[in-house]
């Protein structure tokens, strides 16, 4: 049997891994950065600010789905579910894309909750802009689990 814990206890735990999570990020904005111009970095900073200001799950993954399309041509969104791979969203993604082998240039990073893949970001056409493109997709998952735990605790979202 799981043991509850006290609300204390609690807010300090939260606060302490996203505070992890925040140093996490900031660690890997900063290796990207000198692959992007000043101007790509305050889109990149615009993008994660518009995945704060997300007031669902669905809008965590429909911003990440949005700021990805600056990096790359063509990009959608799979959901990860039973064991399986399904389409949500795409811009210009075939929906076979995953199983396709006859794109050049298609790049994919996980949306990682709790330790589990539960979305693909797929990106393609052009030079995808790998780094900025992860540090979304990392972003975005800490987002989605934060809110998840919010959620499940039946607490406020900051």
């Not at 579910?81 to 006859?102: C, F, I, K, M, Y």
Request: net charge negative; hydrophobic share 45%.
């Amino acid at each position: 049997m799981a043991s509850i814990v006290s609300g204390d206890r609690f807010d300090d735990a939260l606060d302490r891994a996203l505070a992890d999570a925040r140093a996490s990020l900031e660690s890997d904005l900063r290796a990207v950065t000198h692959e992007l111009s000043d101007a790509a970095v305050t889109a990149l900073a615009s993008s994660a600010e518009a995945l704060d200001r997300a007031a669902s799950l669905a809008d965590v993954l429909r911003g990440l789905l949005d700021a990805a399309s600056g990096y790359a041509d063509r990009v959608g969104v799979f959901l990860v579910r039973d064991g399986g791979v399904r389409p949500w969203r795409l811009n210009g993604v075939d929906e076979h894309a995953l199983s396709s082998t006859q794109v050049d240039h298609a790049t994919t990073f996980p949306v990682v909750v709790g330790g589990q893949t539960v979305a693909i970001l797929y990106a393609e056409g052009g030079a995808p802009r790998a780094g900025a493109l992860d540090v979304l997709t990392r972003y975005a998952g800490r987002l989605l689990e934060s809110r998840t735990l919010h959620l499940a605790l039946g607490i406020a979202a900051p």
